[in-house]
């Protein structure tokens, strides 16, 4: 993972914030994660947002300018507000996000996401040394990735959570008494169930982040929401590298066409152009109303987040 550091102006940082708030007043977005409500700020600032991802990766991949990237989706993540659930595949009130790498990259690569924190100036007194975002890279836990970097399982387990009986069982399976089950993760890969110590799960933390600070980082790799109980919004803008010359790849896939993952797997290669694909989001995220306005509170209460946001950088 990479930092930038005081990358953005404040300026910048305020139209974002502005972007994303005025979207949630318009409904203009997906429910789950708020994916695309800045796709036009987006479109607007690419240059700018693709060119920290490009001199980023630019010595993994020589010669990669911002019109190898093409912009693919950009999302929201409201961890520990206090009505922000928005993760519709968690039960976690926080809205805090376990490991886990992103849907897309398993089927179009290389994906890096470009992570911008946010957070009210004034409430900086209560930020303290716990991770806001953790990223394990191949160099920090080299038991998750191949050769080549590719990670080796879509996500990873515990035992803490179950039951007598399943642990029992996990722990002849395993070949590990009862007692040392919880010291592990565990993942199935094509050579059976693997475990790696949690000790040896090391990932590159996110500490302390100041205004105007942006991370890049390889989305396939997995990453989580760090423990720190710090309020804040994570504005993510994924972006593809498209030139086959710099790693360009595709895999086979399908998906049912529901929600913005299965939309995006199923329709982007019709259009190959984000310009061209416009007009299928916006399909989309018309049918997408009614799950808008049956959770209005929790749009309302990061929208409310967001212009207490603005308010502090317009007075900085």
Request: contains cysteine.
């Amino acid at each position: 993972m990479f930092r930038l550091e005081q990358a953005l102006s404040a300026k910048l940082l305020r139209e974002l914030a502005e972007s994303t708030a005025e979207g949630l007043a318009r409904r203009d977005c997906f429910y789950d994660q708020f994916h695309y409500v800045n796709r036009r700020f987006v479109a607007e600032h690419f240059e700018q947002l693709a060119g920290l991802v490009v001199e980023s990766v630019r010595p993994l991949r020589p010669g990669i300018t911002t019109s190898d990237l093409t912009y693919v989706n950009d999302f929201v993540s409201p961890v520990n507000l206090a009505n922000a659930h928005i993760y519709l595949n968690s039960d976690v009130k926080e809205n805090k996000y376990g490991w886990h790498n992103d849907a897309i990259d398993r089927w179009l690569r290389p994906c890096y996401n470009l992570w911008i924190p946010l957070y009210p100036q004034s409430t900086l007194v209560d930020l303290d040394d716990q991770s806001l975002f953790d990223v394990l890279t191949p160099t920090s836990c080299p038991q998750l990735y191949d050769a080549d970097g590719n990670v080796r399982c879509e996500f990873f387990w515990s035992t803490k959570l179950l039951p007598p009986a399943d642990r029992q069982i996990v722990a002849k399976l395993v070949g590990l008494p009862l007692t040392s089950l919880d010291d592990y993760v565990y993942f199935n890969s094509s050579a059976g169930t693997e475990k790696i110590p949690l000790a040896e799960l090391t990932p590159v933390p996110v500490v302390r982040p100041q205004l105007g600070d942006c991370y890049v980082f390889d989305s396939s790799n997995q990453h989580a929401s760090g423990p720190s109980r710090f309020e804040r919004v994570g504005i993510s803008v994924k972006f593809l590298v498209k030139n086959p010359e710099l790693g360009f790849r595709t895999l086979p896939r399908s998906m049912v066409p529901v929600g913005w993952a299965g939309m995006f797997i199923c329709w982007y290669d019709q259009f190959r152009s984000f310009s061209a694909y416009r007009n299928v989001i916006d399909m989309y995220i018309e049918r997408e109303q009614p799950l808008l306005e049956q959770n209005a509170d929790k749009l309302e209460c990061v929208r409310e987040y967001l212009l207490r946001v603005c308010a502090e950088l317009e007075s900085s």
